[in-house]
């Protein structure tokens, strides 16, 4: 079995997640009452919040990069990066880092595509709605990604920091994040939802909607539960 280092802290209750998810997935398929090998790194979400409000995302890759060689240093086997947002300099990352990387892109795209959508919806950071490194990624496939408007953008934003990375999770946020998928499914006949920031999954969940929901942090465990076991 191999050992995953996991870049956490970004922010930390999906962290959290992550490790239960992984303990989960891992249980689910070695039931000899063994538990997996992980190491977690907890960085500063703020300093990465603060590069990415100042677009200085060379910064923002450095810092990860160094976060990884603390995890090679601890001699785990591979890496991944418990968050979307800094997917945004993933491929940067990726060239500089001496292990190999598990993408919850990719993941995503590839859990999308064997349930056979098409046309998906993007929730997450504005720093992931406004880039286009899902739709890069999607594309390879024919898929195409549908955001909020700008408006709508700025809201989630809003509430993704202010509410959800702090673990408030009120009624009416969910509510008016509802309709938002409500109206990109009329607007755009989107035929799936990807939770884009892993905190999202928090408040929303699979009954919410008609539509398939992705949860990222889900899909991307599993990915790493099935490359700590390959």
Same mark, same amino acid.
Request: charged fraction near 20%; hydrophobic fraction near 45%; aromatic fraction near 8%.
């Given at each position: 079995?191999? !050992?995953?280092?996991?870049?956490?802290?970004?922010?930390? &209750?999906?962290?959290?997640?992550?490790?239960?998810?992984?303990?989960?997935?891992?249980?689910?398929?070695? !039931?000899?009452? =063994?538990? *997996? =090998?992980? @190491?977690?790194? =907890?960085?500063?979400?703020?300093?990465?919040?603060?590069? %990415?409000?100042?677009s200085?995302?060379?910064?923002?890759?450095?810092?990860?990069?160094?976060?990884?060689?603390?995890?090679a240093?601890?001699? @785990?086997?591979?890496?991944?990066?418990?968050? +979307?947002?800094?997917?945004?300099?993933?491929d940067?990352v990726?060239?500089?880092?001496?292990? *190999?990387?598990? /993408?919850?892109? &990719?993941?995503?795209? #590839?859990?999308?595509?064997?349930?056979?959508?098409?046309? $998906?919806?993007?929730?997450? !950071?504005?720093f992931?709605?406004?880039?286009?490194?899902?739709? +890069?990624?999607?594309?390879?496939?024919? %898929?195409?990604?549908?955001?909020?408007?700008?408006?709508?953008? #700025?809201?989630?934003? &809003?509430?993704?920091?202010?509410? $959800? @990375?702090?673990?408030?999770?009120? *009624?009416?946020?969910?509510?008016?994040?509802?309709?938002?998928?409500?109206?990109?499914?009329?607007?755009?006949?989107?035929?799936?939802?990807?939770?884009?920031? !892993?905190?999202?999954?928090?408040?929303?969940? #699979?009954? /919410? /909607?008609?539509?398939?929901?992705? #949860?990222?942090?889900?899909?991307?465990?599993?990915?790493?539960?099935?490359q700590?076991?390959?």
């Open positions: 079995m191999k !050992t995953v280092g996991i870049i956490g802290g970004i922010g930390p &209750e999906s962290t959290i997640e992550y490790y239960r998810f992984i303990i989960e997935g891992y249980r689910e398929r070695i !039931t000899d009452g =063994s538990y *997996p =090998s992980i @190491v977690i790194n =907890s960085i500063d979400l703020s300093k990465l919040v603060a590069w %990415m409000e100042a200085q995302l060379a910064e923002v890759a450095d810092y990860l990069v160094a976060a990884i060689e603390k995890l240093a601890a001699e @785990v086997d591979l890496i991944a990066i418990a968050a +979307n947002t800094p997917h945004i300099v993933f940067q990726r060239e500089q880092s001496p292990l *190999p990387m598990v /993408s919850i892109v &990719e993941a995503t795209r #590839d859990k999308a595509s064997a349930l056979g959508l098409r046309r $998906l919806g993007l929730l997450g !950071t504005g992931t709605m406004r880039s286009t490194f899902y739709q +890069n990624v999607f594309a390879e496939q024919q %898929m195409e990604i549908i955001v909020p408007t700008a408006e709508e953008q #700025d809201y989630i934003h &809003e509430k993704y920091f202010g509410e $959800l @990375v702090k673990n408030i999770f009120l *009624p009416e946020t969910s509510a008016r994040l509802l309709a938002i998928v409500d109206r990109l499914k009329k607007d755009h006949t989107i035929d799936g939802l990807i939770l884009g920031g !892993t905190e999202i999954p928090l408040i929303l969940r #699979d009954d /919410s /909607s008609s539509l398939p929901f992705l #949860d990222t942090t889900r899909i991307h465990a599993a990915a790493i539960v099935n700590m076991l390959t």
